[in-house]
């Protein structure tokens, strides 16, 4: 017979069983992995996983809720005897080989009852009134992009502010000093209702309801190249109707460009309000970081050459693209590939491993790995315009390209004509434009029009210019 239990002190999955000790024992998930080494004594072997983990050199969290895989070497579980025990916050539920992990909630307010009388009474309750900023990266899955870099600033300048991050469970680090705040927790809602700024850098959603005093600054996540919002492609009136709804929420938004400014604010119609155009704070760092600490925490020695593999995402996939081998790849240009999925490719795709492979679609910052990476891989990703900062080779894979641009989301400029790399269609293609010496010569004017267009901003101070004037409007008081 094997056993299933929660250690609540070590908070610990400790399975154990009769006979043989086994060789391994692992507990896998979709963005996180644990190991045991099982161990035996009178007869009965045991495995106990920690249901926390550290990556990419940051601190111990607790495991990301979703479901996982426990696979013990030589021992079937499908059929066990499974005992089951929840941590208070908690939920961890056992049934045979599969462990399912849910956010630290309450259990009533998990469920559906629950979370409509908590947002029932947000909706009626008053707010706006604490001196407080509540941040927002990609829906919580991430505790990064512009609103961190904000974040940052303000906690420098106006430390007495009271800072609050949504996030969807505590696996997601928050910055130095803020405060986690689960999605769907009566805190979270507290949060969302009381703060007198929100600071985010996708859609509120539809539980969104503006209390009297609150201010919503939207920083957007990219300078578009493929069509968005009312532009993209096929005529739907519930999609029109819901662009404008949500754009009506904002009171703010941030644009990285003059370019960037014109096409947001006819894809969101966002006419009347202000557009501050202050270049992007998460891009300060390519101007001003150290390069090397990052390296050493991902594991990467400082003579190793960097690729950093960053696709967008696709309308009609779930899961990143697969358009490269990255453990080849690692082979023919002699490097180490860092691989980065879209944030919408976070929670249904798989990390990716293999040798000099390591996946980075869950690190917080993408912008500390354009700093570390000697070139960029990407296609339409919006990333490019962060990238071009440095000043660093590009090479876009797109062997997709006439789907994409004929059928599937179309661009607002043609790629093929300005961008500042070669365009590909083949990972062949690609070994040899990372082996071409000549590769940054043949791309030296179109990159410095490039960048004179879409990166006059990004010098290394946005995030104080637009601190500076969120403190000048006493959007919050320092």
């Known amino acids: 017979m094997t056993t299933a239990e ?12 009769d006979g ?4 391994s024992a692992v507990l896998e998930g979709a963005r996180a992995r644990v190991t045991a080494e099982p161990t035996d004594e009178a007869g009965r072997w045991s495995a106990v996983f920690p249901l926390h983990l550290a990556r990419f050199g940051g601190p111990e969290l607790p495991l990301p809720s979703g479901v996982y895989a426990l696979r013990i070497d030589g021992i079937d579980l499908t059929g066990a005897s499974v005992e089951r025990r929840v941590l208070a916050g908690l939920g961890i ?3 045979g080989a599969m462990v399912t992990i849910d956010p630290p909630l309450d259990a009533v307010h998990l469920s559906p009852e629950g979370q409509r009388t908590l947002e029932e009474r947000y909706a009626a309750q008053p707010g706006g009134t604490e001196n407080a900023v509540f941040f927002e990266s990609f829906y919580g899955q991430s ?10 600033e303000l906690a420098a300048r106006a430390p007495g502010i009271t800072r609050y991050w949504s996030v969807t469970d505590l696996s997601v680090a928050v910055p130095d000093g803020a405060i986690a705040v689960v999605e769907g927790s009566p805190e979270w809602w507290r949060a969302r209702a009381s703060a007198r700024l929100l600071v985010v850098n996708d859609w509120l959603r539809r539980r969104f309801v503006r209390k009297s005093g609150q201010r919503v600054l939207q920083t957007w996540h990219g300078t578009p190249l493929k069509r968005l919002a009312l532009h993209r492609p096929g005529f739907d009136p519930r999609r029109m109707a819901a662009v404008v709804k949500e754009s009506r929420r904002w009171d703010i ?10 096409i947001l604010a006819k894809a969101y119609a966002f006419f009347g309000k202000p557009i501050w155009v202050e270049g992007y704070p998460r891009n300060d760092v390519l101007v001003t970081g150290d390069a ?8 990467i020695r400082p003579d190793e050459r960097v690729l950093l593999y960053a696709p967008t995402w696709r309308d009609d996939r779930t899961e990143i693209v697969d358009f490269v081998d990255p453990e080849q790849l690692a082979r023919d240009a002699d490097a180490v590939v860092l691989v980065r999925g879209h944030s919408r490719t976070l929670k249904p795709g798989r990390d990716q491993d293999g040798a000099r492979v390591i996946d980075v679609t869950g690190y917080p ?3 500390e790995l354009l700093l570390i990476a000697d070139e960029l891989i990407t296609d339409y990703s919006s990333v490019m315009f962060d990238f071009s900062v440095t000043g660093k080779p590009m090479h876009f894979l797109v062997p997709d390209l006439d789907h994409y ?5 179309g661009f607002y400029f043609d790629l093929a004509a300005r961008a500042p790399g070669p365009l590909l269609r083949t990972q062949d293609e690609l070994v040899s434009s990372l082996a071409d010496p000549s590769r940054t010569e043949r791309f030296a004017e179109r990159y410095a029009a490039w960048r004179r267009q879409f990166n006059a901003r990004d010098d290394g101070h946005a995030a104080e210019r637009v601190v500076s004037r969120i403190l000048d409007l006493g959007l919050v008081d320092a």
């Open 253 to 262: 938004l941030l644009a990285q460009n003059r370019y960037a400014e014109r």
């Open 93 to 95: 539920a056992v049934a």
């Open 20 to 23: 043989a000790r086994p060789v």
């Open 292 to 299: 090397a600490a990052r390296r050493a925490a991902l594991g």
């Open 6 to 17: 929660i250690d609540e002190v070590r908070c610990a999955l400790i399975v154990t069983g």
């Open 405 to 409: 641009r004929g059928r599937l989301r």
């Open 365 to 367: 910052q993408t912008a």
């Open 143 to 152: 505790a990064g992009c512009n609103p961190r870099a904000i974040d940052r």
